[in-house]
């Protein structure tokens, strides 16, 4: 479905990042693989070669803007151009209520899960734009659409990428550049289960009406749907894809 396509995504060492590099490059496109994480960004680049895809790996960090712009030139320069994003990498904060929350954990995470997306859609759409057209998505979660207790940083970048995606879409919807933000329920990846203990993670079951959470792969066919052709007519949207979560 992505044949002659190139695609970034980032935090894709691990988690939903990794499920939607994998599916990428299964369906023929060539992937940047980017995370801060050198190891895991290396061990996925080599489960896809395995796999008969094509993928490197960039080290970035979403919250640097050099970095940001590094990892579009060194895609362009790898692979001829750039059509596919996924802005996904993001990290989960400290749990805290806003009247305790630590600020240096606030700035951290606006950086990382915020900015961090503004950053690849700056430097992002004008390689598009060079390439004649693209596709990106922001990956926002049900927490860009609804709150919960304990977590204000988090929510309000999530808030905040969904606006942002709305925002850029509008610029660039005659431009050949659609922006999608997608929703994740809670997935299981490590972001989530390295964070919370397993009656934590039993309570969040409940909160599903399907009564299971998520995983990665199911995101990356939401992912892999959205960036091909076949959603041409789709932009500025948010599709959240949570097991019945915000139905409720
Ligand atoms: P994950 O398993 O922790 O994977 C995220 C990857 O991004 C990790 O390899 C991480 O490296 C990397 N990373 C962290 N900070 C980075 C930075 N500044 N620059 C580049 N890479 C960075 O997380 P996930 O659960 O797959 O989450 C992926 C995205 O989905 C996030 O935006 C998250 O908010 C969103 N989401 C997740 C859930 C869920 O329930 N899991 C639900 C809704 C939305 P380290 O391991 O070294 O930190």
Do not use: C
Not at 33 to 43: F, Q, R
Not at 170 to 180: K, P, W
Request: proline residues 3%; charged residues 20%; negative net charge.
């Amino acid at each position: 479905m992505l044949e002659n396509k190139v695609a970034i995504v980032t935090g894709s060492g691990s988690g939903i990042g990794r499920a939607i590099a994998l599916l990428y490059a299964a369906e023929g496109a060539r992937v940047v693989v980017s995370d801060i994480d050198e190891k895991a960004g290396n061990d996925a680049v080599s489960e896809i070669k395995q796999n008969g895809g094509e993928a490197v790996f960039v080290k970035a960090d979403t919250s640097n803007p050099e970095d940001g712009k590094r990892l579009v030139d060194e895609t362009v320069k790898t692979f001829g151009g750039l059509h596919l994003a996924v802005n996904n990498a993001g990290i989960g904060g400290p749990l805290k209520q806003t009247g305790e929350y630590p600020v240096d954990g606030w700035d951290k995470v606006i950086a990382i899960n915020l900015s961090g997306v503004f950053y690849g859609l700056r430097y992002q759409i004008p390689a598009m734009l060079k390439s004649g057209g693209g596709s990106i998505i922001n990956i926002a979660s049900i927490l860009g659409k609804a709150g919960t207790k304990g977590s204000p940083a988090y929510v309000a970048a999530k808030h905040g990428v969904v606006g942002l995606t709305k925002a850029a879409a509008l610029e660039y919807a005659d431009q050949h550049i659609r922006i999608n933000a997608v929703g994740p329920g809670y997935i299981v990846t490590p972001l989530l289960t390295e964070s919370l203990d397993d009656d934590v993670l039993k309570a969040l079951v409940g909160l599903h009406p399907i009564g299971r959470l998520g995983t990665g792969e199911e995101v990356a066919e939401l992912a892999l749907w959205l960036n091909s052709d076949k959603a041409s007519f789709v932009t500025g949207a948010y599709y959240n894809i949570d097991g019945g979560y915000l139905a409720q």
